[in-house]
T-cell receptor
Framework: NAGVMQNPRHLVRRRGQEARLRCSPM?????VYWYRQLPEEGLKFMVY????????ESGMPKERFSAEFPKEGPSILRIQQVVRGDSAAYFC??????????FGPGTRLLVL | KQEVTQIPAALSVPEGENLVLNCSFT??????LQWFRQDPGKGLTSLLL?????REQTSGRLNASLDKSSGRSTLYIAASQPGDSATYLC??????????FGTGTSLTVIP
């Protein structure tokens, strides 16, 4: 039973480009969460999704960031027009219901 | 807004010692609390999950306690080993969905 998968593991973008981060939850998990870990800071919640629905996006920046979890395929966190301050580790987690969250290995985004 | 604090920020102990990591949170209305381990450059590994109705959970050499009324949790590690060296994160959830994380305690176990 594979764990939470994230790809790419490392992503380099120039300012103004788009970044697309993918997350495949564990088998049987329909709840996905995205967190961001800025350098020297703790993890911060961004968004919580269930299949095809955004349940809580209170941690998402108001502009340039969006997330989806389609009926088929992985969850996508999309960052448009990236800036240097977006450089961080982005973690995805999944769970069945309100249970233990299992985290993926993260995507490390570097904006040049 | 929930604030989670972990003390100390860093801890260094000789191998074999028992140790306690502390976590405090400002809002006692939590659904559950989870302890994680993070190795450098890696993701998070779940260690223990405590529901709000529980007082403690145990797994092997690890024991986590929860005192909701005082807003505290502790992670007890018995007979520490060099392989326990990592950053330990405490996270609380008000609803069972999003977690609020502390900044972690960086543990080094010296052989």
């Amino acid at each position: 039973n594979a764990g939470v998968m994230q790809n790419p593991r490392h992503l380099v973008r120039r300012r103004g480009q788009e970044a697309r981060l993918r997350c495949s939850p564990m088998k049987g998990h329909s709840h996905v969460y995205w967190y961001r870990q800025l350098p020297e800071e703790g993890l911060k919640f961004m968004v919580y999704l269930q299949k095809e629905n955004i349940i809580d996006e209170s941690g998402m920046p108001k502009e340039r960031f969006s997330a989806e979890f389609p009926k088929e395929g992985p969850s996508i966190l999309r960052i448009q027009q990236v800036v240097r301050g977006d450089s961080a580790a982005y973690f995805c987690a999944s769970s069945r219901q309100q249970e233990t969250q299992y985290f993926g290995p993260g995507t490390r985004l570097l904006v040049l | 807004k929930q604030e989670v604090t972990q003390i100390p920020a860093a801890l260094s102990v000789p191998e074999g010692e028992n140790l306690v990591l502390n976590c405090s949170f400002t809002d006692s209305a939590i659904y559950n609390l989870q302890w994680f381990r993070q190795d450098p450059g890696k993701g998070l590994t779940s260690l223990l999950l405590i529901q709000s109705s529980q007082r403690e959970q145990t797994s092997g050499r690890l024991n986590a306690s929860l005192d909701k009324s005082s807003g505290r949790s502790t992670l007890y590690i018995a007979a520490s080993q060099p392989g326990d060296s990592a950053t330990y994160l405490c996270a609380v959830s008000p609803t069972g969905n999003q977690f609020y994380f502390g900044t972690g305690t960086s543990l080094t176990v010296i052989p």
